[in-house]
Structure formats: C-alpha cells, structure tokens
C-alpha cells in the first residue's frame, strides 16, 4: 500500500508528527512518498527522505492508494484541485486553527491510519466549481478549479460592487453588496457560511449564491440545483472587479467580460471515518472553537 504525502513544510509541528507517521507507516508496511517538487523545500528545512521517495504527480495518481494533506483547510484544498484529476483517494491530517476538511486529529493518527489500511471508511464524491471568463470576442478563459468558492467582489477593501446575477442565463437582478460567493457543498461551511449561508451535506450536488453584506435586492442565499449555472456580469461603472478562486487564485472582470460557474464531478473521492457524522462534527467543532476562544 502507498500513501501519498502533501504537508505545509511551513508549519514547524509537520516535523514532529511527520516522525511518529514515519513508524506508523513501517509498523503497516505502508510505503510513503512526497512529490518530487517537494525535495528542495523539503531539505531546506532538514527533512531528508531517500530518493525513491520522491514521485511525480502523474506517478502518485496513478500508483497511491491514498493521498494525504497535512495541514490546514488551505493545505486540503489546494491537493484535491491538484489531484482532481486522478482516481485517488483523499483524506487530511489537521494542523491548522479552526477547519472541517481534515478529518485526522493529531491525537487519533494511529487508529486512523489502521482505518485507512483497514478499508474502515465511507467514500464521498464532492462537487468541484468550474469557471470560466467569456470575453466580447467570445473567447473563453478557463479558470483554475475550485473545491470551496468562487468570491467576485470589489478591488479595493469596504468598497460596495454592483454585481448581475443571472441563474441558467436569466436575469434574477443586480446586487448591491461587499461581493457575492458561489459556494459548493464543500465550501459552505467557510465563507458562505459566515455570510448566513446554509450548510450542506459535503456530497451535496448543489451549488450555493450567497451575498456577501448586500445593500439592496434578495438578501437570502439562492439554492442551484445540479446541472445548474450561475453567470456573473457587471455594469459599465465598476471598471474592474476581483474573482478569487478558493482563496488561492486571483482574476480580475471588466463590464466586457462574464463569469460563468457551475458544478463539476471529478475523478478524485474523500475519505470520511465511519464514526464521523457530518453534522455532529460540525457542532463539535464550532463548541470547541467556542471554548478554545
């Protein structure tokens, strides 16, 4: 069996908890690599693996029985749009301060482990957000895939955008707001969330409009069936505005330009535990983020 390894080099805990993984692993004959773009990183911060260890992408999608974040929720997203094309397996290892898509608290990682060896795991397939900017020549410029969601707002902090919102190519109206958020089921336990958001199951096959602090028109989120879309365009007077793409990609839109989001079904699957109930996570974690605060 391979597993696959995706740590934040960054975080200084990796270190410590990569070395109880490392006897895990042996005592499982579980055979571990990192990808090969890691090394230089890696080794600058005195982590030294055999070179065998070291894999490319296609080989790790193609050979890895699991593939593993270590990390926080950035960490996670950042390899399942990695991965998204490969029929791997993905779970993460939590290092971060407060998330819902690591699954593996540092406290626990032997028996998960054993669960992973094991098969003891349910299977989820998690729709991924696929965008694209049309531009007045009808060419069309594929964006980066997103797990979590897609923010259109305003260049500049606490400026108000007015945004056009249409559902399936019709017009629903033109929000006045800090931004909008288009949400899948994944990401509606982030941003979406804290902009009043629902939550949704992380199989759901949905996709969520939510308005980020609105000023005029629908202040409730909008709920999109599956093989629905959602076109975002903007008015001659904004000038520009700014796409973010799981906090981790950055575009800019002019009034010649239209977004255009909608669901995607990719190769890649998630672990969760059997004994992890999607909604009584949710209210554990929020309960000891409380009490940590």
């Known amino acids: 069996m391979i597993f696959a390894v ?19 692993f042996a005592s499982m004959h579980i055979t571990c690599v990192f990808p090969d773009y890691y090394r230089e990183s890696a080794e600058k911060h005195g982590l030294f693996l055999k070179p065998e260890q070291y894999r490319s992408l296609n080989w790790i999608g193609n050979n890895a029985s699991c593939v593993i974040s270590i990390g926080g929720d950035g960490t996670y997203l950042s390899l399942a749009c990695t991965m998204a094309e490969y029929e791997v397996l993905q779970v993460g290892i939590h290092m971060g301060d407060f998330g819902f898509l690591n699954l593996i608290a540092q406290d626990e990682l032997e028996q998960r ?16 957000l696929e965008a694209e ?26 400026k108000m955008v007015r945004l056009n919102l249409s559902i399936n190519d019709l017009f629903i109206q033109t929000y006045a707001a800090d931004g909008v958020i288009v ?81 995607r079904k990719q190769k ?12 009584r996570m949710l209210t554990r974690k929020f309960a000891q983020y409380a009490k940590n605060e």
């Open 6 to 24: 995706f740590p934040n080099l960054g975080k200084k805990e990796f270190y410590t908890l990569f070395k109880r993984l490392e006897d895990i």
């Open 113 to 128: 482990i054993h669960d992973l060896y094991t098969g003891n795991y349910l299977i989820e397939d998690r729709i991924f």
């Open 183 to 263: 949400s899948s089921a994944t990401g509606s336990t982030s941003y979406s969330l804290s902009c009043g958001g629902p939550v949704l199951p992380a199989d759901s096959r949905e996709i969520l409009v939510v308005p980020v602090c609105t000023h005029t028109g629908l202040r409730s989120p909008l709920l999109i069936p599956e093989g629905g879309s959602v076109q975002i365009t903007i008015p001659e007077r904004e000038k520009k505005v700014h796409i973010s793409l799981d906090g981790t990609y950055s575009y800019s839109m002019t009034p010649e330009d239209k977004l255009i989001v909608r669901g």
């Open 268 to 279: 890649i699957r998630f672990i969760r535990f059997r004994d992890q109930d999607f909604y």
């Open 133 to 158: 900017l049309v531009h007045t020549d009808g060419t069309r410029q594929s964006l980066p895939l997103a797990l979590n969601d897609i923010v259109v707002g305003h260049n500049e902090i606490g």
